[in-house]
Nanobody
């Protein structure tokens, strides 16, 4: 059974930092992984993606503030959030796209709440 489990969310003051972690079990990363977020009343949107060969892409408003990384040996994905802003408040979801021979499957974690507030 494939599971993605996020951790590290919580309350942080504006300008502060958080590090989100995503632990995968039952699967080995072999394609894109990333982080998405969803604020109340909003659509889920991409925050950051890291490819299997380590290339990264970011949503415009987090570029320069957030850093995505991946440890393939540990099957972990991370999101370092710096210089946080109130508008970063959302539930953050870990995502993985995984190939099984010629089939591709997409997996999501259960989400972790990030609240940026003073």
């Amino acid at each position: 059974q494939v599971q993605l489990v996020e951790s590290g969310g919580g309350l942080v003051q504006p300008g502060g930092s958080l590090r989100l972690s995503c632990a995968a079990s039952g699967v080995i990363f072999n394609d894109n992984t990333g982080w998405y977020c969803q604020a109340p009343g909003e659509e889920r949107e991409m925050v950051a993606i890291i490819t299997n060969d380590g290339r990264t892409s970011y949503e415009g408003s987090v570029k320069g503030r957030f850093t995505i990384s991946r440890d393939n040996a540990k099957n972990m994905v991370y999101l370092e959030m710096n210089s946080t802003k109130p508008e970063d408040t959302a539930v953050y979801y870990c995502y993985a796209r995984v190939w099984f021979d010629t089939l591709v499957r997409r997996y999501w974690g259960q989400g972790t709440q990030v609240t940026v507030s003073s």
